[in-house]
């Protein structure tokens, strides 16, 4: 719900737009118009791109040969100008003057040319062009002035520590959606495969935006964004902040990921994709799935729903069990168009649009998933026992689990540009449909217990003792539906009726227009899952009573602990959603230093209301009479169960709840140069954050203290919602020195904050699949404090070379840590807030060109790697470090959850551009990572889990076959690692958690695009 801040500070929006569109008569800036020549035949030139470096204006020639720059403040400008088969221009020191066109024509020489030698000007980017120039041949190691592409510009120019992926590099890498291509910047991973963690710290420390905006997260256990739900041909650019600036939400701690969504083009095109592919795991005839588990053309599935009106009885027409079957295509395709209008000179229209399509599957029949402990100081880690005596279970599963998704949706984008305004909105709709199978079989527990175990041998070892460790089956088959959709209104206004100087050269005035843009959106998330079912059996040999009375075989009915309050077959339906409603405005005041170098003011204010509601209801045969089954092992009870009788009935033990966040930000801050190359960059941001969760119990519900690990009724004083109100204010300082032209150096220090999400703040049992890993949340948990200190160095020696080196440390008040717990008979993850905590990391990034080096025949060939390598702790609490020593062991520290030890990226790409021909090589690997800490239970211990290193071997290649059409081929996860996460003591003693391959894909895709 908005509060009455948040409505008067949309309202103020409205005004000031309003105010702005009605006063801004007098122009405060210019443009740049011309033609652009073919230089030996004098004719014009359509189709080349005309780029202002260090800004995001540009324009493409039209069928004249002419091009507009409109909306640009006053100063000078380098202009870089570039088309196929042309040798690219650049313009330096074009003056903009208020008010005025500026005529800059601009003749191409064709790449056929005979050029011996060639002239690379000293440009100081806003300075004056020297008079003498330099003839240069760039093949040694000379340094040499140039000019960046646009992705590094930006990071040279950012007031704080950016990294971009531009839609060059995404193309050239083949990625295929947002969290793919996040893995490209240095430092960045993935948490779950789809979750940005930056520089090691987890979701809940870093802000993740779309186009600048914070989406809402419809995931249940989660408050990220999940990253591949939006698909490469959506997005122009993804930027990774890694330090904090008052402009930015005070939660971006390890950094802004911010989705950069495709623009209005500057010319007229349509384009075509499609792409097949296969998975070297996923076949026809040994796919997991469900009877009637296919998705339909839109991802819909009407098989798996539940059914309160037949509460009491057997519903016949919902399978139980898995199966398996033919696997499903692997392909996408999408469309997407655009065009931009220019009615009067300076004045344009602009509209994109694009829909996409993707159906995927996955399948592994090699997984693991273990449960051990450990039972006294040094040694070896044993199966987990739940029970008691001879009868007791285990859990060392083998995992076989099928998956497939389609995905669809589609963005579109209007733009309107004139003098000294812009104004854009933004739809996006995706809709994400999944089904999931998983089968757990524990055969392994019996072999552990009883060495040689043959169910078939009557008298064999093990067999008078059937209900010790016996063979289980666990089944879930899962359907869901994940939908996320945001409208995004932006302004950009030039307040020239105010007044203020107009900048120009020999001006007295300091101070130029002001420039006010603000952002408004709507945002929505949801996630339905009509039914889970899931259902648990274990299964006993024929036994030998007495001598010739033998009992059959049988299923037993296996309620696991944490589902020990219904039955053994289970329906879970939920459903979840989040809103979010947000706005955002910035005002900034450029000024002219008494150098003439060029700095802002900035004040703005930012608002977001978001809420949550979930929403589940679980039907189970609690109760059921018909508790086993006779058959045999290969026969699972779940393929029949229902045709036979048994009731299901709607639980009375379910927990819902509601949840609400409001934060109200302000900030001011300036970009102050101080002389010719020194400039600081300081301000600060008060943020308030009120954060509630409320607990909507059914009846005869229960729920788990994970402070005192007991299972208590919602009787008595409230402890199980949460409810605080936290206000920050959050300094920042930074210093950059510009110490020659090639070589930055950057420093900040800045406070953050990070939140707990909602998911870990309720008493909720949370499991994605039955026998899988336990979550619960804790109500009591607060909100972190962050001092954040960066240093980094950038060298960039030639053109697309860089060379950077940074060292970054984080001191952390209350982190909150994940750590296992044990209640009532089961073990689960539940977040705690530990004392204080400290990350300590370096990076190391190079990406370079190889002509400058070895001549002009290595033109195309680049190379780029980096390496963070981190190390971080936490202390523990009295109470966590004295149950420890009760066990033991004697540990005050632990590692961070969720942060890896490195992560390193390796890529190399060519490009022979007379062909058309582009390749490219990339390979990610990252080192083992805290997910749980230990937990000692009377005198067992359930020792840390961690997701131990792997890599993966990234391979694209695409060929131009005519003009406007591409060939591509890709090969992913081609070295197929095994992903593991393993228990490990504090003496080094280990032992396989679990563990899967993913199979390599391979596709093969066209592109075809037609510009007009």
């Not at 997005?235 to 971006?252: A, L, R």
């Not at 003098?419 to 909105?425: D, G, R, S, T, V």
């Not at 009375?549 to 602990?561: D, F, G, K, S």
């Not at 370096?842 to 033109?859: I, M, S």
Request: charged share 15%; aromatic share 12%.
């Amino acid at each position: 719900m908005v509060n009455s801040n948040q409505t008067n500070f949309i309202l103020f929006l409205v005004v000031c737009l309003l105010t702005c569109f009605a006063q801004a008569q007098s122009p405060a800036s210019g443009s740049i118009r011309g033609v652009v020549y073919d230089k030996e035949f004098d004719t014009p030139i359509r189709g080349v791109a005309v780029m202002v470096l260090g800004l995001k204006s540009r324009a493409t020639t039209n069928e004249n040969g002419s091009y507009v720059l409109p909306n640009l403040p006053v100063g000078p400008y380098t202009l870089v100008i570039t088309k196929e088969g042309y040798v690219r221009e650049v313009k330096a020191n074009v003056q903009v003057k208020s008010g005025e066109l500026i005529d800059t024509d601009v003749y191409m020489a064709g790449e056929f040319e005979d050029m011996d030698e060639f002239v690379v000007q000293d440009v100081e980017l806003g300075g004056d062009v020297k008079e003498e120039q330099q003839m240069v041949e760039p093949v040694d190691l000379e340094a040499i002035t140039f000019i960046p592409t646009l992705e590094l510009q930006l990071r040279l120019e950012s007031p704080q520590l950016l990294d971009s992926v531009g839609v060059e590099m995404i193309n050239r890498s083949g990625a295929a959606d947002a969290a793919a291509v996040l893995l490209l910047v240095p430092g960045a991973s993935l948490q779950d495969g789809k979750y940005a963690v930056i520089r090691g710290l987890p979701d809940r420390y870093v802000s993740t935006l779309l186009d600048g905006v914070r989406l809402p997260s419809a995931d249940p256990d989660k408050r990220a964004v999940k990253l591949d739900q939006f698909p490469s041909a959506v997005i122009e650019s993804i930027q990774v902040s890694k330090t904090f600036t008052p402009d930015q939400q005070g939660d971006s701690s390890g950094g802004a990921v911010n989705i950069v969504l495709k623009d209005i083009p500057d010319e007229g095109f349509l384009q075509f994709k499609s792409q097949v592919g296969f998975n070297s795991q996923v076949k026809n005839g040994s796919f997991l799935t469900y009877p009637g588990g296919s998705l339909g053309m839109f991802g819909e599935n009407n098989v798996l729903s539940t059914h309160p009106e037949l509460a009491g009885e057997s519903w016949p027409n919902n399978p139980t069990g898995t199966t398996t079957g033919d696997a499903p295509l692997i392909y996408k395709w999408s469309v997407a168009g655009g065009n931009t209008w220019e009615f009067d000179e300076g004045t344009k229209i602009g509209a994109f649009g694009n829909f996409f399509y993707d159906q995927d599957a996955s399948y592994f029949d090699n997984g693991v998933l273990n449960s051990l402990e450990q039972d006294g100081v040094g040694t070896p880690l044993v199966p987990e026992q739940f029970g008691t005596g001879d009868n007791f279970k285990t859990q060392l599963f083998d995992v076989t689990q099928g998956t497939q998704s389609v995905q669809w949706g589609g963005m579109g984008i209007l733009g309107l540009q004139t003098e000294n305004n812009k104004l854009a909105a933004k739809f996006l709709y995706t809709q994400l449909s999944e089904n999931q199978a998983v089968l757990l079989v524990d055969t392994q527990g019996k072999d552990y217990f009883f060495p040689g175990y043959n169910p078939n041998d009557l008298t064999g070892i093990g067999h008078d003792q059937p209900e010790a460790a016996p063979y289980n089956r666990l089944e879930t088959l899962d359907y869901s539906q994940l939908g996320t959709q945001s409208i995004i209104l932006s302004g950009e206004h030039t307040l020239a009726f105010l007044g203020f100087g107009d900048g120009e050269e020999g001006s007295s005035d300091v101070f130029g227009a002001p420039v006010f843009d603000w952002r408004f959106s709507l945002s929505q998330a949801t996630e339905n899952q009509p039914d889970q079912t899931q259902f648990a059996s274990y299964w006993v040999p024929p036994f030998e009573v007495i001598p010739g009375l033998v009992l059959p075989e049988q299923w037993i009915q296996y309620p696991p602990a944490q589902s020990a309050f219904v039955g053994w077959v289970q329906h879970i339906n939920y459903y979840n959603e989040e809103n979010s409603t947000q706005g955002a405005t910035n005002l900034k005041l450029p000024f002219t230093q008494w150098n003439d170098r060029e700095g802002y003011i900035k004040a703005g204010a930012f608002a977001d209301s978001v809420s949550r509601s979930f929403t589940q209801d679980t039907f189970s045969n609690n109760g059921d009479p018909n508790s086993s089954y006779s058959s045999p092992f290969n026969q699972p009870w779940s393929a029949v169960f229902p045709s036979q009788d048994h009731p299901i009935y709607q639980s009375t033990t379910d927990i819902s709840y509601d949840g609400a966040q409001e934060i109200m930000a302000y900030y001011g801050m300036v970009d102050m140069p101080i002389n010719e190359t020194m400039s600081i960059v300081t301000g600060v941001r008060y943020e308030t954050t009120e954060m509630t969760t409320t607990v909507i119990p059914d009846e005869n519900a229960n729920w788990i203290n994970v402070q005192t690990q007991t299972v208590q009724n919602f009787e008595g004083p409230n402890e199980w919602d949460a409810n605080f109100t936290d206000d920050r204010i959050l300094p920042m300082i930074g210093w950059n020195w510009d110490i020659q032209d090639d070589l930055v150096l950057r420093t900040a220090f800045a406070q953050t904050l990070a939140r707990p999400n909602f998911f870990e703040l309720v008493p909720v049992v949370q499991y994605e699949y039955i026998g899988g890993p336990i979550f619960i949340g804790n109500p009591a948990l607060q909100m972190s404090s962050l001092n954040n200190y960066d240093i980094r160095l950038d060298w960039t020696p030639h053109e697309k070379w860089l060379v950077s080196g940074s060292l970054f440390y984080k001191d952390i008040q209350d982190p909150i840590q994940y750590v296992q717990r044990f209640t009532e008979g089961f073990s689960y993850t539940s977040p705690l807030n530990f004392p204080e905590g400290q990350l300590f990391g370096a990076e190391f990034e190079a990406r370079v060109t190889l002509d400058p080096l070895f001549g002009e025949e290595f033109a195309g060939l680049a190379l780029g790697t980096n390496l963070t390598v981190m190390s971080s702790q936490v202390t523990l609490s009295d109470a966590d470090s004295e149950a420890l020593a009760i066990y033991g062991v004697n540990e005050t520290t632990q590692p961070m959850t969720a942060t890896p030890d490195f992560i390193w990226n390796i890529n190399a790409t060519y490009e022979y551009e007379p062909w058309g021909t582009q390749i490219g090589i990339f390979y990610n690997m990252q080192g083992q990572s805290l997910i749980s800490a230990a937990n000692p239970h009377t005198t067992l211990l359930t020792p840390a889990i961690y997701q131990m290193s792997y890599g993966t071997l990234n391979f694209t290649c695409s060929q131009e076959i005519i003009e406007g059409l591409r060939f591509s081929l890709a090969a992913k996860n081609i070295l197929n690692p095994e992903i593991q996460t393993q228990y490990q003591t504090s003496e080094g003693i280990t032992g396989l958690q679990s563990s899967y391959t993913a199979g390599i894909d391979f596709s093969i895709g066209l592109t075809y695009q037609i510009t007009f």
